[in-house]
């Protein structure tokens, strides 16, 4: 094996007493100890820091604080030109030939009190 920089050493032993004196497993890890790691990434192959150190270096990089893209407030869109809501007016005759408009919803409720009748029954249909 390639011998190890003594910075490098000197960094894994301060890694080592981190771990050796943390109170928990999954305490963050010391600013200090942080930015040394991410220095020693700029001088030195990922792939050694992760043998030696036993660290992800991902896991060390800073963390945008807003994502750029969610961090824009949602502008709603101009319209190019106004829609008019539709309202469907549906004719139907009663039966004293009565011609009338209505909504599609009194329509839906039309024809569904005129299957009931047609079949005789008051339940509602499913």
């Not at 220095?39 to 030696?52: F, G, I, N, T």
């Not at 407030?73 to 005759?93: D, E, G, S, V």
């Not at 004293?96 to 329509?107: N, Q």
Request: net charge positive; glycine share 2%.
């Amino acid at each position: 094996m390639d011998s190890i920089p003594d910075d490098l050493l000197e960094l894994q032993a301060r890694f080592d007493q981190w771990r050796a004196n943390r109170k928990y497993n999954r305490e963050s890890v010391p600013n200090q100890l942080r930015y040394a790691a991410l220095e020693m990434s700029r001088r030195y192959p990922s792939s050694l820091l992760r043998q030696v150190l036993k660290i992800q270096l991902c896991r060390l990089m800073p963390k945008a604080k807003t994502n750029a893209r969610r961090s824009k407030r949602k502008q709603p869109q101009t319209a190019l030109f106004k829609l008019q809501p539709l309202f469907f007016q549906y004719k139907i005759y009663r039966i004293d030939h009565e011609e009338k408009f209505v909504s599609a919803g009194d329509f839906l409720r039309f024809i569904a009190r005129s299957r009931r009748r047609r079949l005789g029954t008051n339940r509602p249909i499913r």
